[in-house]
Each structure stands twice: as C-alpha cells, then as structure tokens.
C-alpha cells in the first residue's frame, strides 16, 4: 500500500507543476495504480483517481474508456471528464449519459479518419478528441474533419521532457500543436 501512495502522490505532483493550461488527470495512467490482492496488476477506484486528482489541482479529467464508475466518480469530485470511446455504441452510450463531445482512443487502430468521418451524418452532434498514434504529421488530417474539436498526442509532453523537467520545450511543442489546423 505505501508503493500505491507514493505513486499517487508522483501523479499529484506531476500535475501541481504543469501550468493552468495544461492540467490534464490522465484517469488511465491513475487507474493502473491500485495494487489488485490477486495479481500485479494496478488499479483504483474512479472515486480516488478523481479526488486525488482534483488535490493535485486538476482542473478536467481524461479517461480512455469510460464506465458508470469512472463518470460517478468524476461527478463526485466535482471534476469535468473528457470520457473515452472506441465503438460506436460507446459513443452512443456517452450520449445518453449528456456527453456530446468525447475522447476517442486509439484512434488510429480502432478505424481512424475513416471511422470517425463516417459518423457525421448519423452522430452529427458528436465532437471528437482522437489520441492514440496522432502526431504532428496526422493531426491535420484529423482536424480536417468536421466532428474533430481537437487532438492529443504524446508528442507534445514527450517523457524525456517530463522526466528532465523541461517544461519550457514542453511549452514550446504545446504552443506548435496550438498553432496546427486541418
């Protein structure tokens, strides 16, 4: 247990030290913490991932995949969610939920442009986030698309730079991908 605190509190601090703009809860990477009784695997509880991600000054949650608990803890913490889809049915159960706009992971394997081009007409109201093998290279054809609000990629917070804390050059790509268009 005091390994699943220390983590928790690495997380919290990585987002304490991002500027205002750039506060995202990763609930994936969070979620993966738990220590599970029956295996390695690492997990926690929605209601925790989004507490302890609103401590740490979060200001919005991302989550690739979205269930009721992810959504109930989000509510809970009082902390905005960006919920994650890769079906159409899981869109369609976020819209159900009054989630218009949504996460959609990984974009790239689960079908792509062709994919989410394809819902315009029957999911109109749908806005799209892809992430998962977007770059700076693909993002604008993504952005091309009418359904596609924005993009993310890790391209932008690389993990050499996290690690090495050079949050100027981390500025510097986010200010880039700012400027990119479809």
Request: hydrophobic share 45%; charged share 15%; with cysteine.
């Amino acid at each position: 247990m005091a390994k699943l605190h220390d983590r928790v509190a690495e997380v919290q601090e990585r987002i304490r030290r991002r500027s205002a703009a750039s506060q995202i809860a990763y609930l994936d990477e969070i979620m993966m913490m738990r220590q599970s009784p029956d295996s390695n695997r690492r997990q926690i509880s929605c209601s925790n991932m989004a507490h302890a991600a609103k401590e740490a000054g979060a200001h919005f949650a991302v989550s690739p995949g979205t269930t009721q608990a992810v959504i109930d803890g989000c509510e809970a913490a009082d902390l905005p969610l960006l919920p994650g889809a890769s079906t159409v049915s899981e869109m369609m159960h976020l819209l159900e939920a009054g989630f218009t706009t949504m996460k959609f992971f990984p974009a790239s394997a689960a079908g792509g442009t062709s994919l989410i081009r394809s819902l315009t007409s029957p999911l109109p109201q749908i806005k799209i986030c892809p992430t998962g093998d977007i770059s700076a290279i693909s993002a604008p054809e993504w952005l091309a698309l009418p359904n596609v609000e924005c993009v993310g990629g890790s391209w932008v917070a690389p993990q050499n730079l996290i690690n090495a804390g050079d949050f100027a050059a981390i500025e510097a790509l986010a200010t880039e991908a700012a400027s990119l268009t479809g």
